[in-house]
């Protein structure tokens, strides 16, 4: 099973999420970024880096090349060193995260936890869960308003969104009666 794929803004390096033993159809198998060079051939392997099982979602800081990839098996992020390719922190958040992304001021990781029906949101200075935020459903993908001021998630099983207040903490949802698992907000919030 292949992860998300994501392109470092400041970077020529392509990260890719994958489990070793997907081939063999196992869950919960072992698992590895891989970085490869973008002017280079897509099949040109930089690096591999072990992650926990079955990384589902990736979020990059680039001002400090800090990957954050959550590792849904293993309910943890795993936080790895960009410039050195290497884990260097894990944290565990709630039941089974997907989704994960970062706040404009780079301060904030917030994962979509399908099976526990939350959010986590984690403090990046320390690593630390700061915060557990109630959606209920099963939270899939997040994203987060350019001003800090929402976090949009999405919830694959119950056909709609929920929005997350920052400020409050408080949710609202919207139900779209169609199934829903990606998201994106525009650079201008609209």
Do not use: W
């Amino acid at each position: 099973m292949t992860g998300r794929i994501t392109l470092k803004p400041n970077h020529k390096r392509l990260l890719s999420l994958t489990i070793s033993a997907a081939l063999c159809g196992l869950i919960g198998a072992p698992a590895t970024a891989l970085a490869a060079d973008s002017e280079e051939s897509l099949t040109t392997t930089i690096d591999s880096i072990s992650t926990g099982n079955t990384p589902s979602g990736i979020a990059i800081n680039s001002a400090t090349d800090t990957l954050f990839v959550t590792n849904a098996d293993d309910n943890n992020v795993s936080i790895i060193d960009g410039i050195n390719n290497s884990v260097i922190d894990t944290v565990s958040v709630g039941e089974m995260p997907l989704g994960i992304a970062l706040n404009s001021g780079k301060t904030l990781a917030y994962t979509a936890n399908f099976s526990s029906g939350n959010v986590s949101v984690i403090d990046t200075a320390t690593n630390t869960v700061v915060d557990t935020i109630e959606t209920g459903g099963s939270p899939t993908q997040v994203a987060v308003t350019p001003d800090d001021s929402q976090v949009f998630v999405t919830d694959a099983q119950h056909d709609g969104i929920h929005i997350i207040d920052t400020a409050t903490g408080q949710t609202r949802d919207i139900t779209i009666n169609v199934p829903t698992e990606g998201i994106a907000i525009s650079p201008d919030g609209q």
